[in-house]
């Protein structure tokens, strides 16, 4: 629990509780984790936890400290580091409450005997994005050395800002000169979705961070992913970031910058992280050098689709052509699964995504927790799709393990010497 103050404490006589849509779970030790390092804890405002009552053996809403009932007391949830996925969400109540939680994941935490649990399994032990392994004065060194070797370069001022301002992993990384580079190239996007976080014009949301304000020119493009693939072994340059709208419609930029390094090297992965809206542009950069592709999926079901991203210019269709089209040239296709318990893991959803991995043979799945108030999307996807009692986040991994061997899992877009190597 929390006190209105922020402190955090352990209630006794009452165990702690998780959420799948609008059932709740006890939280054992057997199924939960030591909460990853570099998780964070918060309090969630307003909202009443639900906790399982052990002297009565039943959960129960408590507004009010039980030992002292002056004092009002709030839930507490773990935003868990990258690479792992959220079992449960936290067990909370918000009737009456029309604010949305702020854009971030809501994993269900308790206490143990020693340490904070997470509710949580393990996708992904590639620490890309390990806040431990990017030391500020390696940040601040490389970022110098990019302005001295690059000073009218508009693209990676942009991302000293990211990596400095903001703390962006993917931005660290870059001027690590290890894994992954970002690359964001796009101003606007053709889809609304609920949980932007580079864009909130309603609700009581706000963004995360500014969107890149102008687009770059296909050479400093070029000189950002040449820079990095001629430091890094095994690099992956990345279109399609959380700072930016959609990639493709930067299609006249990228095109030229993805010809432009494959003129020069075939080394390094060229990937898009992208919505697939316009299949016809990524018929043209496959055939200018793209290596792979990861699509961002909430749903693989229509109405939920539409319901999340709320296209503007495509249509659902689209997002599947695209797949087809980067699999017929023989292209990596990943998809970004915005997961939330309750949802992803209903028997309706699930049955649905194992038909659409039979017909379209994607070769990986990102399992990314969605950043999205958890009760207010389950009401909003419950409008559109029926969905039942959940199977489990883990049980449909296993089983997606089980029925598709060759079908990649994890959290990172992977260089092409892990291409259907799954390690």
């Known amino acids: 629990m929390a006190a209105e103050n922020g402190e955090i404490f352990e209630l006794e006589g009452y165990g702690a509780a998780g959420m799948s849509a609008q059932t709740p779970y ?24 639900l906790v399982y009552n052990i002297a009565r053996a039943k959960f129960e809403i408590i507004e009010n400290n039980p030992f002292a009932p002056k004092e009002k007391i709030f839930p507490v949830a773990v935003f868990n580091s990258p690479g792992y996925v959220n079992q449960h969400s936290c067990a909370y109540d918000d009737k009456g409450i029309k604010n949305f939680l702020p854009l971030f994941s809501y994993g269900a ?5 020693n340490n904070f649990r997470s509710s949580a399994t393990l996708v992904d032990r590639e620490p890309r994005q ?5 030391p500020q004065q390696g940040i601040v060194k490389g970022v110098n050395r990019m302005q ?14 990211c990596a400095l301002e903001y703390g962006c992993p993917a931005g ?3 001027f690590l000169q290890r894994y992954e580079a970002p690359l964001p190239t796009s101003t606007i996007c053709n889809a609304n979705c609920l949980g932007c976080i580079s864009l909130q014009t309603k609700d009581n949301l706000c963004a995360c961070q500014d969107r890149i304000s ?38 006249k930029v990228i095109e030229p910058a993805i010809k432009n390094i494959r003129q020069q090297t075939d080394k390094g992965t060229i990937n898009l992280n992208t ?13 200018a050098g793209l290596d792979s592709m990861r699509v961002s999926l909430n749903s693989v079901r229509k109405n939920c689709y539409n319901a999340y991203f709320r296209p503007r210019s495509y249509q ?3 997002v599947l052509k695209s797949i087809e089209t980067a699999k017929f040239h023989g292209k990596f296709v990943a998809i970004n699964y915005l997961n939330c318990p309750g949802f992803t893991d209903s028997k309706n959803e699930f049955k649905a995504l194992k038909q659409f991995i039979n017909q379209y043979k994607i070769d990986m799945i990102q399992w990314r927790n969605l950043n999205f108030d958890p009760k207010k999307y389950c009401e909003m996807m419950s409008k559109v799709e029926d969905f039942s009692k959940p199977l489990g986040m883990g049980t449909i991994i296993e089983q997606l393990k089980h029925l598709y061997p060759e079908l990649m899992h994890g959290y990172f877009n992977p260089p092409k010497r892990k291409f259907h190597n799954n390690l």
């Open 26 to 49: 006890v939280l054992t030790k057997k199924k939960t984790i030591a909460m990853p390092h570099g998780s964070e804890l918060m309090m969630l405002p307003q909202r009443k936890p």
């Open 109 to 113: 935490t308790g206490f143990g005997k």
């Open 130 to 134: 390990d806040l431990r392994q990017m």
């Open 148 to 161: 001295k070797n690059y000073p009218d370069n508009r693209l990676i001022r942009h991302l000293e800002t």
């Open 172 to 174: 660290k990384n870059f």
């Open 214 to 251: 102008f687009m770059p020119t296909a050479q400093e493009i070029a000189q950002v992913c040449l820079e990095h693939i001629s430091h890094v072994k095994n690099s992956v340059v990345s279109f399609g970031q959380g700072c930016e709208g959609e990639p493709l419609t930067a299609f």
């Open 275 to 287: 919505n697939a809206s316009l299949p016809q542009y990524v018929e043209k950069l496959c055939r």
């Open 316 to 318: 659902f269709s689209d």
